[in-house]
């Protein structure tokens, strides 16, 4: 069985091992687009279209109770 997909502001790793921000989910919800947790240049982003070996760190919800 399959755990929760990953959304908008979640935390999550992606399968290289890069943690990752959920910033959108285009194409009617078809691609996810990433960016770094920290530092780097604001117009650094990657896509997915195969969201499940995305592992949640924290939801959205998880990362501003507890930022």
Do not use: C, F
């Not at 240049?41 to 501003?64: C, F, M, Y």
Request: aromatic share 6%.
């Amino acid at each position: 069985m399959k755990g929760p997909r990953a959304w908008v502001g979640d935390e999550v790793t992606d399968p290289e091992g890069r943690a990752a921000i959920v910033t959108d989910v285009r194409a009617g919800g078809t691609v996810w687009v990433l960016r770094p947790v920290y530092g780097g240049n604001s117009h650094i982003r990657w896509e997915t279209e195969q969201p499940d070996p995305l592992g949640i760190v924290k939801t959205r919800a998880e990362r501003i109770a507890n930022p």
